[in-house]
């Protein structure tokens, strides 16, 4: 993935951090949603946002929260599709 | 001094975060302690014998890490036989009903129990290892749809059938009915190899910390990920576990001074409809009391539970995330039933949103939320309702449950389009303002539908749709 890619999924995720009130920092490794920082709303946004510009089909997958809790995760993701 | 003061006080709330108290918790004395702590916060809920097993399940599951799964197991299932024989859980009292005014047994109810909950382990267990042999069986990948379809069947033969098959099928529905939530959740981990042994799942699939109709804690995959995996955070989650405890007393003990301090006409919602509709004499002012004092009393009594059963959980040793958090300070409807009700939100995303998502309006972004939001907030919603009242279908039959179900069925609706709404308008919201006099308006109108919606989802099946209607067009001056 390229860094470009990589930085506008982090874009994504800082916005809806922001929208919630949290200014706080994310590691790639961090967990997203697991770990309860942002909640399964934004998570199925998330998904809309990589379908549309990663074309990821998630039928696919069966979807788990695991496959995108972490930027690391989304990486990895998008490298198998 | 005043400063001084405040600093201490700081400082004792904050003890999760002090190497000295991690130390402390550690110690014999230190356990010793937030046993006590634990069985003074829930003496006023549970039997002596009750906190007992739950308390020392949790502690010894922490302490001894290596019979972990062997003691949430004896945990888990020494308080559902226990539960069972000395009507801890409602098993007991249901059967008793059915076996007394359906089919006139007497007597033998605490055996009957006993027996059901021995045959429920066994069911799953064979559920279990099912699953994680044949992962791609039509149950395994659809578990929610085959225990509803097999409650459904039973409710079915009860209903037709005569004498001991028509007895076993009702107490298949009432011995089961409180895990149909829990199975979906242990299948998907049991399947995904996310839950470690059978073991650990069967004490993990309902665990004694959480004797309800609601996963508080997600099931044993996510209990499994967030389990606390060195001393450090052992003492961090435990301590953090009694301070919620704690907490959930604080809550405890307001609900107990409002019922105290309010006149006995403000208490009851049931009460005062029934009232209404009787003709008796009202004021509109009253009406509003008893809705925003019964809205409030309900709140502050699920926020009280969600923090007793993720306390104890914690004590454990599993770093779970609050059920309900600050729900006071939500903006949108969204944010409200995800800071009020945590877990069962999750549950409703889970197994009605996630799939529902996936599957229809995938070009149309708008409507995709929308929908997948009523299925959860609205049908999953409902559905979870019926399932836990479903000892009604057994002792009042169809026609009863479902009339007296017509206002809940309303209040889902009402809620899952609401949410629904305030979901798509917050995508398309830029940063809320954080100045004072926009925080108040959102409260009040979060908090004001919030509370003219409980007249019709308190849980009571005391009054139908339309008596609570009317109750609700008397507080703006519309009455007969």
New interface residues.
Partial sequence: MSLEAKNSIRDFINEAMQKTGDHGIFDDHESLFSSGRLDSLTMMNLVMFLELNFAIDFSKFEFDVDLVDSINAIELLIKKK | MKQAGFYYWRQLWVVDQNPYWHHWIHRWHGQLSAAVIAGLVLWPHFETSEIIIIIAAALLAARFQGRRALILFAGTWLYELLGAWYGWTDLLTNIKKISVDQFGLTGQSQTIALMCTVACLCFLYITLIFSKRLPKSIFSRHPLVGMLLLLSLMLLVGKTATGSTAYIADLVVLTLAPYVWFIPQAVMAAR?GKSGSVLLNLALIRAFWNPTYLPYGKGPG?LE??HSSNAKDLAITQLKGLKLLVWGLCLYLFNLTLSNVLPNEFKNLDETIAQFIRGEEFSIFKHWAVTIFSTISYSVNIAMWAHFFIGIARLAGYQL?RGSWRPLESRSL?EYF?RFH?YF??LL?ELF??PT??QFF?TS?RL??FF?TFMAAGVGNALWHFVRDIHLVIQEGFVYSISTFTSYLFYCFALSVAIGIS?IR??NQP??SEAWLAKLKDFIFVWGFVSLLHIFGNGSHAHGFEERMLFLSSLFGVYR
Wanted: proline share 8%; hydrophobic share 40%.
């Fill in positions: 995904a996510y990920k967030h995330p969204a995800n945590f939100k999750e995303v949103f996630v998502f996936f995938k972004p995709r939320v997948a979901q917050s995508e940063q809320r």
